[in-house]
């Protein structure tokens, strides 16, 4: 064996690894669950081409002139069959042929009913002989990087990012010292500055894994877009991946039982879930938490990786989110490395 | 030769000739339980030393202090000539510790556990040497998960092995094992003691102390209540046999009252106690005393409904010295 093998550093982090990857549950959450995610949201929240609305109509004379629009399939039907299949959802909208011209029937206060409304009316007046005062032409464009597919892509690396780190190094360190390992390695030589470097070691080693696998699927299946510096990308996935290694150290530096680590991860990890704009912006929450949810490392993350991913910005222009992410590093870890319980 | 080799091959011919492990008014306290309360003990180089004791009887506190990992309130701890407070590193280098109830991981071989902890010590045994030791040959490369109880203690050993210790600590190493583990492991130490490792162990099994110990300490609520090799304690005793009988009187249903008096005043009898209605003679000359003790009972008028007689042992020493049994608690 070479020196390198040999070395304590080498031996520790290689079980990290090897624990890690024999833990199946473990590759689940890690690997599969974001894919499944994305894979279920991308299908959800897909873009889909524009809907053909169903109406009805009194007379054959109304049906011709609806179904002369493209965005608008006609049937010719009597007022009360016509209210029924209104009542139901079967079409949107019923034109009513009257003494005076048409009357329409519909629900104002669902979109496709007022969007069918104003294509019934314009077919209709159309068809009676109106002219556009002003000649106007549709220019159709479909841009990659508006779409909620990309919205979410940075927010659930985020958010994978946040669980594999806190669980990844909570969970082990705690089920350690429950099973007493702590307390037997600290009672060999071993460097303890070692024990806590290989946890970030293989943390690292697997981020690498984690985010290609992530991105590449994102980018293959659903085009999400790359437009800042993939090597500022990789900055940020191994920065929040410091922040929450460092907030799972400090989780599990005292915790004596998995019970109390679980209950512990979830009471951080949870409000973060919500309040972290990884399925909707952060934004949207009240202007009176809003520093408190900015200031939250996971928020700090996804607002700089959608920066990064989205909008093209340096590492500059990331700054604050930066500046939250290292010191949601330095003294979590700081923090933690006084009050650990070696035993 | 260089100046600090020279000090540290001095160090080592001065450390050599001292003992291996001294304890001076060790004293620790949980809250209000005091867990070692004064300790003195002494272990010399290439002694098998024994700490027997109940459970609570402040065993594994001590062994623990010896080991570094918890700092005694009082008093002063120095194995192989060295301390704690300058020496720590060094001397987790050169002794080996098996813990009570370590877990390793399960999903692990014998053999990554065993390089993991190698990787630990400057010198050492190879992986393959201290798997043969423990005789884990056949479980090389089997998940400590799918260990029996023995196997995973011999792991254990193994690991406390690896690093080539002078001074060995194993606690209560046979807890929990079945008789055909406890005493594949008793041969084990058996060999380790023949290598001329120094080993202090600590049991609740009297059997296992006078099995591997040269010399047992019997530890009670945080102190040593007696000191010497297995054949000296069992001699306090006074006689080596123990005979317990118990009595009922004329008609069968009465309780008989037993006059301890005029039984006592048989020779060979040294000392009589009553445990659960069931007495305890010590007695040094068995095959003359017996017969005595029946001609005595018939003579109050008594029954006798048990009868037993075995060698002392080490419980009696316990039993004698605290009135309680080694596993009442």
């Given at each position: 064996m070479s020196k390198l093998v040999e070395s304590s550093l080498f031996q520790l982090t290689a079980v990290r690894f090897r624990l890690l990857l024999r833990e199946p549950e473990a590759i689940f959450w890690i690997f599969v669950f974001p894919i499944l995610l994305a894979v279920g949201l991308g299908i959800a929240f897909r873009n889909r081409p524009a809907d053909v609305l169903q109406v009805g109509a009194t007379t054959t004379q109304l049906t011709q002139a609806l179904a002369s629009d493209k965005g608008l399939t006609a049937a010719t039907m009597d007022e009360t069959v016509g209210t029924h299949a209104l009542a139901t959802g079967n079409i949107l909208l019923l034109a009513i042929q009257t003494s005076q011209g048409v009357a329409y029937k519909y629900d104002d206060t669902n979109p496709d009913a007022r969007s069918a409304r104003l294509l019934a009316n314009r077919a209709i007046q159309i068809a009676a002989g109106r002219q556009e005062a002003v000649h106007a032409q549709d220019r159709l464009v479909h841009e990659t990087g508006a779409r909620y597919i990309d919205f979410v892509v940075p927010g659930l690396l985020g958010m994978n990012l946040m669980g594999s780190a806190m669980w990844g190094l909570g969970f082990s360190i705690v089920e350690a010292r429950q099973k007493k390992l702590l307390k037997r390695m600290v009672a060999s030589p071993m460097p303890r500055w070692q024990y806590l470097m290989s946890f970030l070691l293989s943390r690292l080693a697997m981020l690498v894994i984690e985010v290609v696998f992530f991105l590449g699927f994102a980018w293959l299946v659903f085009g999400v877009p790359f437009r800042g510096a993939l090597w500022e990308l990789g900055v940020l996935c191994v920065l929040t991946s410091l922040a929450f290694s460092a907030l799972g150290l400090l989780v599990a530096s005292r915790a004596k039982t998995m019970e109390a680590a679980s209950g512990l991860m979830n009471l951080v990890m949870l409000p973060m879930w919500i309040l972290s704009g990884v399925f909707f912006s952060a934004s949207r929450f009240p202007a009176v938490v809003q520093p408190f949810v900015r200031a939250l490392p996971l928020t700090a993350a996804i607002d700089a990786m959608r920066g990064n991913m989205l909008q093209g910005m340096s590492l500059a222009q990331l700054a604050v989110p930066l500046g939250i992410l290292l010191a949601w590093f330095v003294v979590p870890f700081a923090v933690s490395l006084r009050i650990f319980r070696w035993k | 030769m260089d100046e600090s080799l020279k000090s540290a091959v001095l160090t080592q011919q001065a450390n050599e000739s001292g003992p291996s492990l001294l304890l001076r008014g060790v004293r620790k306290t949980y809250g209000d339980v005091i867990a070692v309360d004064g300790l003195d003990l002494e272990v010399a180089r290439g002694e098998c030393f024994g700490l027997l004791g109940p459970n609570g009887a402040g065993k594994t506190t001590t062994i623990e202090i010896c080991e570094g990992l918890t700092v005694p309130e009082a008093g002063s701890v120095e194995l192989l000539g060295m301390?704690?407070?300058?020496s720590a590193n060094e001397l987790r280098q050169r002794i080996g510790i098996q813990l009570q109830e370590t877990q390793f991981p399960d999903k692990l071989t014998v053999e990554e556990t065993l390089c993991l902890f190698r990787s630990f010590y400057r010198h050492g045994l190879s992986v393959d040497e201290s798997i043969k030791t423990a005789q884990l040959e056949e479980k090389r490369r089997s998940r400590v998960g799918g260990l029996s109880g023995g196997q995973k203690q011999r792991l254990a050993m193994a690991c406390a092995l690896v690093g080539n210790p002078e001074l060995l600590f194993l606690d209560e190493p046979t807890t929990g094992l079945d008789p055909q583990a406890r005493r594949h492991l008793w041969d084990l130490v058996d060999e380790l003691k023949q290598a001329g490792r120094t080993i202090i162990l600590t049991t609740h099994y009297m059997e296992e102390a006078e099995r591997l110990c040269g010399r047992v300490a019997i530890m009670d609520h945080g102190k040593v209540i007696a000191l010497g090799t297995p054949q000296q304690l069992i001699a306090s005793v006074g006689a080596e046999h123990i005979v317990e009988i118990a009595v009922t009187g004329k008609d069968e249903n009465a309780h008989g009252v037993l006059d301890s008096a005029l039984l006592k005043a048989i020779p060979g009898i040294q000392s009589h106690r009553v445990d659960a209605g069931l007495h305890q003679f010590s007695v040094s000359e068995l095959h003359t005393a017996v017969p005595r003790i029946f001609a005595a009972l018939k003579e109050q008028g008594l029954h006798l409904s048990e009868f037993r007689t075995h060698s002392a042992s080490l419980e009696d020493v316990f039993v004698g010295l605290t009135g309680r049994n080694l596993r009442d608690e």
């Open positions: - | 301390n704690w407070h300058s």
